[in-house]
């Protein structure tokens, strides 16, 4: 007859591998992107965007800066309803529209803005800060909507 010898640290080892295939299985199903209920009992698939700045010294000491919408270019559906989640990161206050829509908003640091949107024709919609809406303005904070 034969035994198997399971040593105290093949025991341990097993335990720690088992834990980590459970922690990489719960992380997986709750880590697919999340979904919001609206009252009507619809379900928003949620698209997350925060405000960012890049900012560096020159050579000679300048300081320069660039805001920026993260992601840049997101992409919805025809028709389809999403739900815009805005997180102010960097920069004071953003002031935004979105160009073809009767969108528009704020922004703020530390704050979240939310935003339903459902687009019924394809193209390219420009989310656009209007305090950073070009380079001269330490822009172009512009994050584009694909509808397709
Ligand atoms: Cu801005």
Known sequence: MQFIVLKKRSILLFVLIFVAIAAGSIWL?????????TAQGEQLRE?????????????????????????G???VGKDEKVLLRLYGVNGHEHPFIIE???IKGVVKKGEETTVELQLKEEGVYRLVCLTHPDMGSN?????????D
């Open 73 to 75: 270019t997101i992409y």
């Open 29 to 37: 199903l709750f880590s697919k992107e999340t979904v919001t209920t």
């Open 100 to 102: 073809g829509t009767d």
């Open 139 to 147: 822009g172009p904070m512009i994050a584009n909507i694909v509808v």
């Open 47 to 71: 698209i997350h965007l925060v405000t960012t700045e890049f900012k560096t010294k020159t050579e000679d000491g300048k300081e320069i800066e660039a805001y920026r919408w993260d992601p």
